[in-house]
């Protein structure tokens, strides 16, 4: 599958360049989640005919010999008529005094289910809090109709301690018969630093991001933007007039995914699902000195100086389908992934575009998130929703406005072409060309410090 898309960025911030040869982000989960919290997640262990430490939903359940994974036990679920709750539910009583990331997982298999997927057929978490607020309805949902064994994980980062952790397995409001095994909760060790990114639970795999030692470029707008790429991005000195202060999308630019030895020619746009661009973002932030301030109203007569500021941007890696950490590129390559990428970045007026083609070496079917980064410290600056909306930056969340779509990475979508950030001096965003389509997310990642925005690819 080929993907065109433009990233335009406008502003200023400080930042560094990559590393090489290990990850820049590294996912936690899994193996480092070393401390279990579910009893008899495997449903072997009976007690007066029932799982141990599992209560029965209102309509029930029965025990499956033999009906498991592997031959084991499980649990299982029949409804007739599609109507009741049933399945089985666990309450921890955890009584932490600090948060901490949990990993939930578990497997289940269904037969003729109706309907289509949600929450009524999942893995489905209530916490209650230590000061009794709670976060309810954390799922993850399986497949309907009929399918093997199908396994699910999510990760929960809870903003306080928790006092319960109830899971269900949970299976209502659908007529089938399905089965539930393996199930878990576990806490995940040396977590604390872990913060959602892109479907993975991730750390910086250094205090802060690393700065590069190979001789990069750099690349500079009209309005005195500087971008600072690493050696394998080439330079154009193709400029273009626009709006002052604007975003806008120029046309035959890409970002492209392609297979090895199946891509396009270089500069082609040859593919059936790839348009041309158009439309125009104008955004007006104020450019100039900025060190992080809150916004705040101008001053009558203030003249803002303008200062030629250097960003850097980076792009990273990940191999969705195994699982892997977010890597880097080293001269366009990324050996450890087995992917290369070529960019190119052009000077306009007004903003930067980077346009590309990310390339698979292995010769195997693909599910690859590649995300442009843009570290910036911007606590306390503000990031924008919408026209009618904003929100001060803080924390260690995400700010982003997005939408399910059950698709890529993550399920969900950015609902907006493009993703400001402002102080009372200074503005940024990143945005991407519309004319072409393709799986995106937006936002600012306030755990991370950085301003990004990430594709899915399939490359088949």
Partial sequence: ???????????????????RSEPVLRTVGGATASVSLLRDGDFEQLQQGRPVGWHAAPSGFRVAEGEGRHGSRALACDSPSGEGWFGASQTLMLERTNPAPLMVGGWSRAANVTGGTDRDY???????Y???????GQTANFRTGTHDWQERRFMIFPEKPVRTLTIHCL????????WFDDVSVEEVSGGANAVLF??????????RWPVSSLEGHTVSSGDDLRL?????????SRQTKGRPGGIFHEPD???????????????????????????????????GEGRGEAPSKPVAGERVRKERRTISGRFLARDVATGSDFFDFTAGRCAELGLELRAQAHAQSNHIVIEGRLTDRTGKDRAITLVFAVPLEAGGWT???????????????????????????????ALYPVAPIWSARTGLALALDMGRPAVYRLGYQAGLKVLFIAYDFGLV
Avoid: C
Avoid at 122 to 128: A, G, K, M
Avoid at 130 to 136: H, R, V
Avoid at 383 to 405: C, K, N, P
């Fill in 130 to 136: 230590a000061d009794g607020t709670t976060l309810w």
């Fill in 198 to 207: 892109q479907g993975a639970a991730v750390t910086l795999a250094k205090a």
């Fill in 253 to 287: 630019r890409g970002l492209s995914s392609t297979r090895s030895g199946k891509g396009l020619p270089e500069g082609g746009t040859t593919h059936p699902s790839e348009a041309r661009d158009s439309g125009r973002f104008p955004l007006t932030y104020p450019m």
């Fill in 1 to 19: 599958m080929k993907r065109r898309s433009t990233l335009l960025l406008l502003g200023w911030l400080l930042g560094a360049a990559p590393t």
């Fill in 383 to 413: 990031w924008g929703d919408d026209l009618h909306r904003h929100r001060t930056i803080g924390g260690r969340g995400e700010f982003a406005d997005q939408v399910s779509i059950h698709a890529g990475a993550t399920g969900s979508e």
């Fill in 228 to 236: 600072e790429l690493e050696s394998a991005v080439a330079v154009s």
């Fill in 171 to 178: 299976f209502r409001n659908h007529a089938g018969r399905v």
């Fill in 122 to 128: 999942s893995l489905y978490v209530d916490l209650v």
